[in-house]
């Protein structure tokens, strides 16, 4: 049989929750499991509740999934909100010395505060011993979590909290012989754990972004600060500005000067930057925009995820200019993603808006090695003719004008937020208007010839295909799993490169797709209307869920077993 | 050798008589004084008759959005310190729509020359208030007068600009000397010039500014580096006007404490995938 184990580590913020989901997401990594983790918070510093859901497998996952096998509960809520989720075998560890009212079935006491005390000196530690518990319970090799432990921690804190882990496991294993769980390491197949936003941000690093400036705002704060972390090492310029108007202006000016430039931010903070979005795609500029996707609108769920942009940023601004909109179907994917952003954004000089989520930004999962060889950098067409001759919006058969950088050389490079002539100074000719609106407008010719069509998963010629985009991709990937298990003839497309839209790929893609669902994370259907849009495809149904909470498989397989019926 | 005739561009389409063109002929006039050629120095400017300015004249140009012209500059700067930036705005850019701009890249002293033609009023919208309009200047979208005015030099030096000046488009001599000296000087320097709107200003015209304004360094003992007398100075306006140098002082550069000053700027950089790779083995 597969291994599918899911745990929980629930309480407070400020309990320790998301440093405790760490050390078990890599406990299991290095057991050489398949690990996918996400985080579910409230926005507030102390308080609240919280959990790190934390899913082991033994092949490769891309979601989420409810159904528990252990929860360790540093407080009485999370008891009752999780029980109901638990599998018949599923146990919930808490501490009964100190929830003396919590009572019925599945759960397992394990005294976490005294043995914190008793160990390692301090109550603080009770969520270590609910780790070692966990693993207690399961027989699987403590040592792995340790040198996680080690890794994390410095010095006495690591031994103190190694100590209350060794507690908690010692505990279980004495007092609950003959558990009904049983995981081991799997191996020593060695694999990253990586979010999205650190996906992203490697991507980046790999593909020379050498400036970002962002505003932070959740959930795309941690792209910026871990460029930060190695801001120094790598010599990036990480830059924090007023506001998000201003970062994208700045990385607007780095990237007018010939270095590749990003900023990060989600949905209002990209309200605030839809001026700088137009004057990237007016002047030419390569510029990579991140919008981790919160549910909005305004502040909205600013903890949680939603896919409500994708409408806003294919038509954000007024007027029309040539863009690019991406959205990596998975964490792995984040990482390429980058490299094609700064590729696209330099050859073909316009926007390029790479569309997360709260929930890919921040969940963990376990990604093989990654293969450099695969990283290629296309920086554009560079202007190599006499510097006087230089024009910087010259009028081509492609819409690209070459690119010359400021004070490199003897030419001069003119832009302008004015519509301009070929030399990039004023003009209101209504002919050179319409030829520059032309030219522009005609880089989308190149790039959709460029555009990959969307990935197929499953047989040819299904009853149903789903339709997913973005982060939904891996949720709806299981759910075709889980249905083809019940022999439901059923198969996916998997999107991830929107804009401009693969019209001709799709079409051809959905010939014989059978009944059309979309599932997407927003209210609206963005990508069913899209595809009408574009594509004058109108899906047999759409599967939405605005919720703020990822797409477990299971949510969507139930939808599709209701209308197979 | 660099001339006045390298910094010829387009025909200005500014109104007859415009206190620009005494700005313009000031900026060209300062840079061939310091011996930059057009290609080595970098305008980036507002909209408004100011932000038209980089195109009558000559070197690389972004011209960019109403306010925005400051953080453009920043990036520009942050990838390449070997331009000489320049940031050109008129009143309603650089105190009103990009005032959030201005404030911090003073506190944080990047390396731009931040030049603010203002002339109190909105021209190219055809004579509104701006945030400099004198208290009670009544204009289309102002009938009761305007409100109290932002005073330039007073938020330079209490933001912690470490160049502090004011020009006069009438002293076209003096005006040059001061643009030297900010472009020469290492920092933020914020030159705000008086400069005449002939066709929706009024009241502060070449007359009115000419009975007021004199210039500080033929005051005698005025040290630009005493920052009490440099705000003294700043709550002159209705009766005299300073105008030169009013507050210097050295500070380290952002660019340098973002990036340190060891390696090649940004934009020299090849991409490369040296030290990628090792980025990976934290997470394992």
């Keep these: 049989m597969s291994t599918d184990f899911n745990f929980m580590i629930a309480g407070e913020a400020g309990q320790g929750i998301k440093t405790m989901g760490h050390i078990l997401i890599k406990t299991f990594a290095r057991g050489g499991y398949h690990v996918f983790a996400d985080r579910d918070y409230e926005s507030r510093i102390q308080g609240g509740h919280s959990f790190c859901r934390i899913r082991v497998k033994d092949s490769e996952i891309g979601a989420v999934s409810e159904a528990l096998d252990i929860v360790v509960a540093l407080n009485k809520q999370s008891v009752g909100m999780h029980r109901k989720q638990l599998k018949p075998k599923g146990v919930i560890i808490y501490d009964g010395n100190r929830l003396t009212e919590v009572k019925g079935k599945n759960l397992f006491s394990v005294p976490l505060e005294q043995i914190a005390q008793e160990r390692a000196g301090s109550k603080v530690m009770s969520n270590s011993v609910g780790v070692g518990a966990a693993l207690g319970l399961l027989g699987y090799q403590l040592g792995l979590s340790e040198g996680v432990f080690n890794d994390h921690f410095e010095g006495k804190a690591a031994e103190a909290n190694i100590e209350a882990a060794r507690g908690g496991y010692e505990y279980t294993q004495k007092s609950r012989k003959g558990s009904a769980l049983h995981l081991e390491a799997a191996g020593d197949t060695k694999r990253m754990v990586l979010n999205g936003n650190e996906a992203f941000a490697l991507g980046a690093i790999a593909a020379g972004c050498k400036l970002i400036a962002a505003y932070p705002m959740t959930p795309a704060t941690s792209i910026m600060e871990y460029m930060a972390s190695k801001a120094k090492e790598l010599g990036i310029a990480v830059y924090q500005p007023e506001d998000e108007i201003a970062a994208i202006n700045v990385a607007i000016g780095a990237g007018y000067t010939g270095i590749r430039a990003m900023t990060a931010t989600s949905g209002s903070g990209l309200c605030l930057m839809v001026e700088g979005l137009g004057l990237a795609g007016l002047t030419e500029t390569p510029v990579v925009i991140v919008d981790a996707q919160r549910p909005g609108p305004a502040v909205g769920l600013a903890t949680r995820t939603g896919q409500g942009d994708l409408q806003f940023v294919l038509n954000a601004h007024h007027d029309d200019f040539p863009r690019a909109v991406l959205a990596p179907r998975s964490i792995e994917d984040a990482f390429w993603t980058a490299v094609r952003a700064f590729n696209l954004t330099e050859k073909y000089q316009l926007p390029v808006i790479v569309l997360t989520d709260a929930h890919l930004a921040t969940s963990y999962v376990t990604v093989g090695e990654v293969d450099f060889s695969k990283i290629s950098i296309d920086r554009g067409e560079i202007y190599e003719g006499k510097p006087e001759e230089y024009k910087r919006h010259r009028i081509t058969k492609s819409g690209i004008s070459p690119r010359s950088f400021p004070g490199q050389g003897r030419a001069l490079v003119v832009t302008n937020a004015d519509e301009y002539n070929e030399e990039g100074y004023p003009t209101e000719d209504p002919e050179t208007r319409t030829a520059m609106m032309q030219k522009r407008m005609r880089k989308l010719e190149g790039l959709g010839k460029e555009i990959i069509a969307p990935q197929w998963y499953g047989p040819e010629k299904p009853e149903i295909t789903l339709l997913g985009w973005g982060s939904a991709c891996g949720a709806v990937k299981e759910a075709v799993d889980i249905l083809q298990n019940e022999q439901v003839s059923i198969s996916c497309l998997l999107f991830n490169e929107l804009c401009p839209f693969p019209t001709e790929k799709v079409r051809s893609s959905l010939q014989k797709a059978g009944k059309t669902y979309v599932v997407e994370n927003n209210f609206s259907g963005h990508l069913a209307r899209l595809m009408k849009d574009q594509a004058d495809i109108k899906v047999s149904g759409e599967i939405l869920k605005y919720d703020g909470r990822p797409f477990p498989p299971a949510f969507i397989a139930e939808r599709i077993e209701k209308e197979v019926q | ?284």
């Design chain 2, 1 to 284: 050798m660099v001339t006045m005739a390298d910094y010829t561009g387009l025909k200005p389409a500014w109104c007859k008589g415009c206190g620009n063109f005494g700005i313009l002929k000031a900026l060209n006039q300062a840079l061939v004084n310091l011996g930059f050629e057009p290609h080595q120095v970098l305008m980036v400017s507002g909209i408004g008759d100011a932000g038209k300015l980089p195109h009558y004249t000559k070197g690389n140009v972004f011209h960019a959005l109403h306010g925005r012209h400051i953080p453009v500059a920043i990036g520009a700067r942050i990838a390449y310190p070997e331009l000489k930036v320049i940031a050109i705005g008129g009143d309603g850019d650089t105190y009103g729509e990009g005032g959030n701009h201005l404030l911090h890249a003073m506190r944080r002293n990047f390396d731009i020359t931040c030049l603010v033609h203002n002339n109190q009023v909105y021209g190219l919208t055809k004579g509104q208030a701006s945030p400099t309009s004198d208290p009670g200047f009544e204009t289309s979208t102002t009938p009761q007068g305007a409100g109290p005015a932002v005073n330039p030099i007073a938020l330079g030096i209490g933001s912690g600009a470490s160049f502090v000046g004011r020009g006069f488009a009438g002293d076209g001599q003096h005006l040059t000397e001061l643009i030297e000296q900010a472009i020469s000087f290492q920092g933020f320097a914020l030159v705000d010039i008086l400069q005449p709107c002939v066709s929706f200003n009024t009241r502060n015209t070449f007359k009115w500014f000419r009975e007021r304004v004199y210039r500080l360094d033929e005051e005698g003992e005025y040290e630009p580096t005493d920052k009490k007398a440099a705000l003294d100075k700043a709550s002159e306006w209705e009766e005299r006007i300073p105008i030169g140098t009013i507050y210097r002082e050295q500070k380290p550069l952002f660019e340098h404490h973002i990036l340190g000053t060891d390696r090649p700027p940004l934009a020299k950089q090849e991409i490369s995938l040296a030290g990628v790779e090792k980025l990976l083995g934290d997470f394992y």
